[in-house]
């Protein structure tokens, strides 16, 4: 039983982990698509592009 118990826990705390490394690197990619846009004069579209390539 404690066993099994732990094994659901492991599995949680991945997971977990998982869409907390999924959501850094959506977030890296939007400032990174951010900074594009400031640097040079592009428009939106591009920048959100970049933003969809990315993932």
């Keep these: ?3 099994e118990k732990d094994n659901y826990l ?3 705390l ?3 982990l ?3 490394r999924r ?3 959506l977030t890296k990619a939007i400032m990174k698509s951010i900074i594009l846009l400031q640097g040079k ?3 939106l ?3 959100l592009y970049a ?3 990315k993932l």
């Design 1 to 3: 039983m404690i066993d």
């Design 10 to 12: 492991k599995t949680d």
């Design 14 to 16: 991945l997971h977990g």
């Design 18 to 20: 998982y869409d907390l």
């Design 23 to 25: 959501y850094f690197k």
């Design 41 to 43: 004069n592009t428009d």
């Design 45 to 47: 579209s591009s920048s």
């Design 51 to 53: 933003i969809c390539w």
